[in-house]
């Protein structure tokens, strides 16, 4: 079995965020986590991402920002 790291990078993204990670989690291949870097949302981008992550903390990590974009 294959094991995959999804490196995802959002910014102000809330518009599409749900649908691309909800797209994610019905893939029919499971052997996945996503990384997801946040290069300073202003927008609601911040509050999805902690819901996904409280709702599938195996699948989706927030990875620390450095404060540079």
Do not use: A
């Amino acid at each position: 079995m294959w094991n995959v790291t999804i490196v995802l990078s959002t910014y102000n993204g809330e518009r599409y965020l749900k649908e691309l990670l909800d797209s994610l989690l019905n893939q029919t291949f499971q052997n996945w986590k996503c990384l997801i870097r946040d290069d300073g949302s202003e927008d609601n981008t911040l509050e999805i991402i902690n819901e996904y992550i409280s709702k599938y903390p195996s699948k989706f990590e927030l990875l620390p920002n450095s404060g540079e974009h």
